[in-house]
């Protein structure tokens, strides 16, 4: 998860690349499109979708272009009868096959609307536990984050699950449990090892 600093201070850069080189209005404008791109941009990094996939096109996706075409257009199309209904989504695969990329550019979608997404990935979540336990303010703040429209969880299969009880296996269990029972989205993507 993001720190209050980290936010602050991409809020900053943003605000200078997006409003004040705005050949339009110089940040001048409530109106001009220089803002809506300011808010999304501190949306998306907030969500800690990860920066490379910011200014994606989806037109240079050659890889599995075809589960682009088949599986996340239409699921992007239909995001708020997937919101109602609570569903999500699931992609497995090895390295470089897009999986990353894909959730990236649902969540993308979704905070171009109204709703909310976090992305994270296995074992980051398990640091920012980590770090909530000695910081309660963290902890709320991760809680918030945790409890958005479509939360992400990626990089699932990295993880060790050697311990049958291991402490990030039961927490993933547990939010996600937790959201199930909220009728919340999530989505996944599984890293596939042969």
């Known amino acids: 998860m993001r720190t209050t600093e980290e936010i602050e201070a991409f809020q900053a850069r943003s605000a ?5 080189k705005c050949p ?7 109106s001009c499109e220089c803002r809506q791109r300011h808010a999304f941009e501190c949306r998306f990094f907030e969500a ?6 910011l200014r994606f096109d989806a037109a ?14 239409p699921y992007m199309r239909a995001i708020h009868t997937a919101w109602r209904e609570g569903v999500g989504i699931f992609l497995h695969g090895e390295n470089g096959t ?3 990329l894909f959730l990236s550019m649902i969540l993308s979608h979704v905070l171009r609307g109204p709703l909310t997404a976090y992305y994270t990935t296995l074992p ?17 703040r991760l809680e918030l984050m945790l409890s958005s429209d479509f939360v992400a969880f990626d990089e699932l299969g990295k993880e060790s699950y050697a311990q ?18 909220r009728g919340q989205r999530f989505l996944y993507g599984i ?3 042969q």
Do not use: H
């Not at 200078?16 to 004040?20: E, G, I, N, S, V």
């Not at 800690?48 to 996939?53: L, N, V």
């Not at 049958?164 to 029972?181: A, G, S, W, Y």
């Open 48 to 53: 800690c979708i990860p920066e490379t996939f």
């Open 164 to 181: 049958k009880d291991n402490p990030t296996r039961v927490l993933f269990e547990r939010i996600v449990k937790q959201r199930f029972d």
């Open 98 to 100: 897009g999986k990353t």
């Open 16 to 20: 200078f690349r997006t409003m004040a």
């Open 60 to 73: 240079r996706i050659t890889s599995n272009r075809d589960i682009y075409d088949e599986l996340v257009v």
């Open 191 to 193: 890293q596939i090892f």
């Open 24 to 30: 339009r209005c110089a940040g001048a404008s409530l």
């Open 124 to 140: 980051q979540l398990s640091q920012d536990m980590s770090t909530g336990w000695r910081d309660p303010e963290f902890m709320q």
